[in-house]
């Protein structure tokens, strides 16, 4: 069977390196990987290859810098090219990325099979492009990952039980990644030594999402509430460039620790020893519940419902007060027991399965 796997984001690169690996144990399986270019900053792709043993795309389309139009037309153009060439008996694409609908819209033309892993998130939010495309993709797609019972529960609602389609709940591929890597990250990574964090308080945060960096009163709202923040601990921000763009655009200075965007293991290395994250991204929202961190989500809503309505995860937007007084609350809170939301790390196991 011959699989053309389409990846172009930071996070898309971590849930390819597990499947992948899973994939690798049936010889009848052969993987061609299909890079868009999506984030072409070496730290934000070409070090994930190199240190989490993904192997090196078969295609890179160096596709970014461009409007979400032109970028995904210019993606399902490209994709399109490598399809009609490789002939796949099926396609896989990972979340809600251009790279995901681009990579879905291609092949579904041509009458190739697409699988979704991370199917049936919503976050409710029709503003962000992110939930447009992954509507779209499982719309389309023939087989259906879900990561948690949530997911299955948002298709059933949408009526996919009567459209031509399979809907399996087999786990997220995140935990596995978090489970295999960590062992790893404590002797790959350096950041904390070198950011003279051992042994310190410190907060992990990132901020990236255009409904925060594109509105300049939410992103001064958030800007502000870290300054604050950061007269208690430090705060470590590994910045997005573009974020850092609209900073000087908008006159911001940010009082935390500024780092370029960091590979895995030093991003796990800072998760497994803050002591709280504050995030807009959808990934490290679970990753900070697969360690035991308490995490203030950065949006008006989530795609892991869970995780807030078990008292894991609280929304606060980009209300200063609520960002500051929700941080005081959880230093005196203790991490409730963890559930079984995520599938155990078994779930690209099952989905090479399958």
């Given at each position: 069977m ?9 996070p898309q ?12 144990a049936y ?21 994930f290859f190199?240190e ?9 389309l ?7 139009g ?10 399109e ?21 681009a990579g879905?819209?291609?092949?579904r033309?041509l ?9 049936g ?23 259906l990952f879900?990561p ?14 009567h ?7 087999l ?12 062992p790893?990250?404590t ?7 070198t ?6 308080d ?12 594109d509105?300049p009163?939410?992103f ?8 604050e923040?950061a007269?208690?601990?430090p705060?470590?921000?590994?910045l997005?460039?573009?974020?850092q ?5 908008n ?13 895995y293991?030093?991003?796990?290395s800072?998760?497994?020893h803050?002591?709280v994250?504050?995030t ?10 697969f360690f ?9 809503d989530t ?7 078990e008292?894991?995860n609280f929304?606060?937007g980009?209300?200063?007060n609520?960002?500051l007084?929700t941080l ?20 690209s196991?099952r989905?090479?399965?399958?």
């Amino acid at each position: 069977m011959k699989i053309i796997t389409v990846i172009g984001a930071r996070p898309q690169f971590v849930k390819a390196a597990v499947v992948s690996r899973a994939f690798r144990a049936y010889p009848s399986i052969e993987e061609k990987i299909v890079h868009t270019g999506q984030h072409f900053d070496a730290n934000m792709s070409d070090i994930f290859f190199e240190e989490m043993d993904i192997p090196r795309p078969h295609f890179n389309l160096e596709i970014n810098s461009l409007s979400h139009g032109a970028m995904t037309g210019r993606m399902l153009e490209r994709i399109e090219e490598v399809l009609l060439a490789e002939k796949p008996d099926a396609l896989l694409v990972y979340g809600d990325t251009n790279s995901t609908l681009a990579g879905a819209l291609a092949a579904r033309k041509l009458h190739i099979p697409v699988m979704h892993v991370e199917a049936g998130l919503r976050s409710h939010n029709n503003a962000m492009p992110e939930e447009t495309n992954r509507i779209l993709t499982d719309r389309i797609s023939k087989v259906l990952f879900c990561p948690t019972e949530t997911a299955v529960k948002n298709l059933r609602l949408e009526g996919f039980e009567h459209f031509d389609c399979t809907i399996l709940q087999l786990g997220d591929v995140m935990e596995d990644a978090a489970i295999y890597y960590a062992p790893r990250s404590t002797k790959r990574s350096n950041i904390l030594k070198t950011l003279r964090l051992e042994g310190h308080d410190f907060a992990l945060c990132t901020l990236h999402r255009a409904e925060n960096t594109d509105d300049p009163a939410r992103f001064r709202a958030i800007v502000e509430a870290l300054n604050e923040t950061a007269t208690r601990m430090p705060v470590v921000l590994p910045l997005h460039p573009r974020t850092q763009k609209l900073l000087e655009k908008n006159g911001l200075q940010l009082n935390a620790i500024v780092v370029p965007p960091l590979g895995y293991f030093d991003m796990l290395s800072l998760l497994q020893h803050c002591c709280v994250v504050m995030t807009d991204s959808g990934g490290l929202q679970k990753e900070a519940y697969f360690f035991g961190k308490f995490c203030l989500t950065l949006r008006d809503d989530t795609e892991w419902t869970e995780l807030v309505e078990e008292g894991f995860n609280f929304l606060v937007g980009a209300d200063k007060n609520l960002i500051l007084n929700t941080l005081e609350g959880v230093f005196s809170k203790k991490f409730p027991e963890k559930k079984d939301f995520f599938g155990g790390g078994k779930a690209s196991a099952r989905i090479a399965r399958v």
